[in-house]
């Protein structure tokens, strides 16, 4: 019999999706005894193991199947070009790449900039982007501090990493256009993979699922006039229907659902004006349907 393989996950050692990478693999159950300062750290409770590395080389890990999964953004994903499977976007690390010229120079946008120096750490996917746009340019790749390259005449542009646009603020730069949208994601090799690989992947990615559901709706309780209970199961848009228990109070009764959070103020607003009273909202911690 061949020896029952470890699944290598490769997350980033040290940076922005660390902790937020390590909290959601706690979240699905599986269970680390620290990882700091450590390249390879086998999980306790699964048969998993972390590689820690930088982000850079993740997608490139997984696409040769030295990892079979990985966690990473977009955005290095796609300027590696690497042949993976996306398997499920994550809700962190959320930023955008983005063109950004100096607010002192008469550039409003990327097709003033035929034939200009653009700095990036992304040459690959601000080539597509002039190619796109039929525009040559010269494209500089830096791989560190890209946005003060305009301020030491390195670049005319840039093309960067933003989140809140605060740095590029600081640098007297202007973000033109968006070129790409990115979070971090689960990818997966396109390497064949053994059954209990892809078994232990599935059930990762019903948990993931499930935590991701639970993060986007609240449990809510109400009391309500018994007659009104029809007006309020009209107004929850539940994923099943209510739950429905007696008060002492034999006219009153008290009624438990879930909603997705982005429906809660409108949902309120509503089953408040139907009669509900003492509505109570509560986190999920975890939830399968
Ligand atoms: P490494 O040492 O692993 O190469 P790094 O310096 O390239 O680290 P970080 O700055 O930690 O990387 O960013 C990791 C990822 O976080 C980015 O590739 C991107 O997907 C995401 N991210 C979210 N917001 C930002 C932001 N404002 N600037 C840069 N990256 C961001
Ligand atoms: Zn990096």
């Given at each position: 019999m061949e020896p029952v393989q470890t699944l290598r996950i490769a997350i980033?050692?040290?940076?922005?999706l660390t902790d937020k990478t390590i909290t959601l693999l706690e979240n699905i159950g599986i269970k680390f005894d620290g990882y700091k300062n450590r390249l390879l750290v086998k999980a306790l409770n699964f048969d998993v193991e972390l590689l820690l590395i930088r982000d850079d080389d993740i997608p490139e890990y997984v696409q040769d199947g030295i990892c079979d999964l990985g966690v990473v953004g977009a955005n290095v994903t796609l300027e590696t070009e690497a042949d993976i499977t996306v398997l499920?976007?994550?809700?962190?690390g959320q930023c955008r790449l983005s063109m950004a010229s100096p607010?002192?120079?008469?550039?409003?946008?990327?097709?003033?900039?035929?034939?200009k120096r653009i700095a990036t750490s992304y040459p690959v996917l601000t080539k597509k982007y002039f190619d796109s746009l039929g525009l040559d340019a010269k494209i500089i790749k830096i791989?560190?501090?890209?946005?003060i390259t305009p301020r030491l005449d390195v670049a005319d542009a840039i093309c960067d990493l933003v989140s809140t646009g605060g740095t590029l603020k600081t640098n007297g730069l202007r973000e033109m256009e968006t070129i790409l949208k990115s979070e971090s994601q689960l990818i997966r090799t396109n390497k064949p993979l053994p059954q209990h690989k892809l078994d232990l992947i599935e059930k990762f990615l019903v948990r993931i699922e499930g935590q991701q559901l639970a993060e986007n709706s609240r449990y809510i309780l109400m009391n309500a006039p018994k007659d009104s209970l029809e007006k309020i199961t009209d107004i929850i848009p539940s994923l099943n229907s209510p739950t429905v228990l007696p008060l002492a109070n034999p006219d009153m009764i008290a009624i438990h659902t879930v909603i997705p959070i982005t429906k809660f103020w409108e949902v309120m607003e509503q089953l408040k004006d139907a009669g509900a009273t003492g509505i109570v909202m509560l986190p999920i911690q975890n939830m399968i349907n």
């Open positions: 980033q050692k040290s940076g922005r499920q976007d994550l809700g962190f607010v002192s120079k008469n550039i409003k946008s990327s097709k003033d900039l035929a034939g791989s560190g501090a890209v946005e």
